[in-house]
């Protein structure tokens, strides 16, 4: 792994983190509805899924379901349902008669949807196919392929505590609170239209 080749990687991979989607949808809403800790365990639940796609893809899982329309399909069709019942919750959230906040989510919640939102998106499977290809070769040796990986992991956690940590200051966090159900309501109107979209591309064939 010579330093030019693995910057090429950090630099994709801080692309690919920050690129807008449903990942950030996701820890931003676990954020400013049961804050920093929550955002936190979501931050580190989704760089472990992320993470082992690219440990995976690494060691050929992600040729193969490249190779396989029908196992790229089932989890394509699982991760647009998943997005569609995180965004249906969202929709139909409720503010208390009382005007007291939402019921904060559990930290268990926050680590679940946190992975499953990676764990169901193939896409970044195809992702690192497509980045480790250009940079792994017959004579890569092991530790360097882990590196690789590695270094995609760390990144993509790096990246969301970071918005976790920004998004939970008390400033914000007191100001997004009084209107988490709105936050909550937007939040699902994201995720069902990124559910949407990722069917559209299912039903295209993309």
């Not at 330093?3 to 991979?13: K, P």
């Not at 396989?68 to 995180?86: C, E, N, R, V």
């Not at 009382?98 to 992975?115: H, I, M, N, V, Y």
Request: hydrophobic share 55%.
């Amino acid at each position: 792994m010579t330093l030019t080749t693995w910057l090429a990687v950090v630099t994709i991979c801080v692309l690919g983190a920050m690129s807008p989607g449903p990942s950030l949808a996701l820890v931003l809403k676990q954020t400013m509805t049961g804050g920093r800790r929550n955002g936190v365990v979501a931050a580190l639940s989704h760089g472990l899924g992320v993470g082992i796609y690219a440990f995976l893809s690494i060691l050929g899982l992600a040729a193969v379901i490249t190779a396989s329309p029908t196992a790229f399909t089932i989890l394509q069709w699982a991760g647009a349902l998943y997005l569609a019942w995180l965004g249906f919750k969202g929709l139909t959230a409720k503010a208390q008669s009382d005007q007291a906040l939402p019921e904060a989510p559990s930290t268990r919640s926050a680590a679940r949807d946190g992975f499953l939102i990676a764990f169901f998106n193939p896409k970044i499977a195809v992702f690192f196919l497509a980045l480790f290809s250009q940079v792994v070769g017959v004579d890569t040796s092991l530790m360097a392929k882990f590196g690789y990986a590695a270094t995609a992991l760390v990144i993509d956690t790096g990246w969301y505590l970071i918005v976790a940590w920004l998004f939970s200051n008390p400033k914000w966090l007191d100001m997004l609170k009084k209107r988490a159900v709105w936050f909550e309501r937007v939040f699902g109107a994201i995720l069902v239209a990124l559910a949407g979209r990722l069917v559209a591309g299912i039903v295209a064939g993309k």
